[in-house]
């Protein structure tokens, strides 16, 4: 079955960063398209970076755009995500997950919570 087990948030301050991971299985990792997404707390869903099978194309929100970026590693079945100039609005579970085109969110892990004070 599909696993995707996030990790690397924590607390961090205005400005610092962090870089998130995603450990894949159970599904081709190398042939699916993935997203990043988060959530605050009481607000829905937000997709926040896109990366297609091979790595090539990348997509971001505009609210992150500049500031994240998001890469993989297909030998080690992980995706991953760089928080640069983090900002309190930041502040959310980040989730990673299949996607079938940029802005699409499927299944998706546990998350890790990013905390930005």
């Known amino acids: 079955h599909v696993q995707l087990v996030e990790s690397g948030g924590g607390s961090v301050q205005t400005g610092g960063s962090l870089r998130l991971s995603c450990a894949a299985s159970g599904f081709v990792f190398s042939g699916s398209h993935m997203s990043w997404a988060r959530q605050a707390p009481g607000k829905g869903v937000e997709w926040v970076a896109y990366?297609?099978?091979?790595?090539?194309?990348?997509a971001y929100a505009d609210s992150v755009k500049g500031r994240f970026t998001v890469s993989r590693d297909n030998a080690k079945n992980t995706l991953y995500l760089q928080l640069n100039s983090l900002k309190t609005e930041d502040t959310a579970m980040y989730y990673c997950a299949r996607a079938r085109w940029a802005g699409d969110v499927g299944e998706r892990g546990q998350g890790t919570q990013v905390t930005v004070s």
């Open positions: 990366i297609t099978s091979s790595g090539m194309r990348t």
